[in-house]
């Protein structure tokens, strides 16, 4: 199995604007995850879809983010306008709806706003 | 609220060591449990998991953790470190009642001297 896939690996951006991270989970799981990790504030969730529904989006910061989950095999979370306090790595991970509930993680996308 | 406690921010063993990470969670029942590492530029990796039954699970890279309920903690080992096991470990914690997501601890920083 290929993993999550996360694109662009790396995103340089200037102030104000627009970002779009991209995220493929993993074929078959259920659930997708979107987590944003910095050094003060860890790793945090921003948002989770289940079968592409998006059930709990109360960790997104503010309304300049978005997610969306058009099928079951890609999901975008957009950031519009961009602020230097979004530079962070943003990972999205995946799992089955049953089982053992183990989350995957894709490799992160290093955003940096200047 | 439920938390996920990592109380070592960093540590440093001599390689071939043993090793021990604390991890302990306020849950009223006994979650999911988990613990993650994640190497430099890297996305999260699972070590291990432990749902019920034997107390002692063990995972991939030779580490094991051992859950107590009455401690509430689970606790990553691993008798002998390698140069490579240098990263950063989160424990985690899914419980249903607060939705299917996965809370994390701050994580601990090891550092492995040669």
């Known amino acids: 199995d290929a993993g999550v896939i996360q694109s662009p690996r790396h995103e340089v951006t200037e102030m104000g604007q627009e970002v779009t991270l991209r995220c493929k989970p993993i074929?078959?799981?259920?659930?997708l995850f979107w987590y944003r990790q910095t050094m003060m504030r860890g790793l945090e969730l921003l948002i989770y879809f289940n079968n592409n529904v998006p059930i709990d989006d109360s960790g997104m910061p503010e309304d300049r983010f978005s997610a969306k989950m058009p099928n079951a095999s890609f999901s975008t979370l957009k950031i519009q306008p961009s602020e230097p306090r979004d530079s962070a790595v943003y990972f999205c991970a995946s799992r089955r709806a049953q089982g053992t509930y183990e989350q995957y993680f894709g490799p992160g996308t290093r955003l940096t706003v200047t | 609220a439920q938390s996920v406690t990592q109380p070592d921010i960093h540590i440093t063993v001599s390689e071939g060591a043993s090793l021990e990470l604390r991890c302990n969670y306020s849950y009223g029942a006994t979650p999911y449990l988990f613990w993650y590492v994640q190497s430099p530029g890297q996305g999260l990796q699972l070590l291990l998991k432990y749902f019920s039954g034997d107390t002692l699970v063990q995972g991939i890279k030779g580490f094991e953790a051992e859950f107590k309920r009455s401690q509430s903690s689970f606790n990553l080992r691993k008798p002998s470190v390698h140069w490579s096991d240098a990263a950063e470990y989160f424990c985690?914690?899914?419980?249903?009642?607060?939705?299917?997501?996965?809370?994390f601890g701050a994580g601990t920083i090891l550092r492995v001297k040669s």
């Open positions: 074929s078959g799981h259920d659930y």
């Open positions: 985690a914690v899914d419980h249903m009642e607060y939705g299917n997501k996965l809370v």
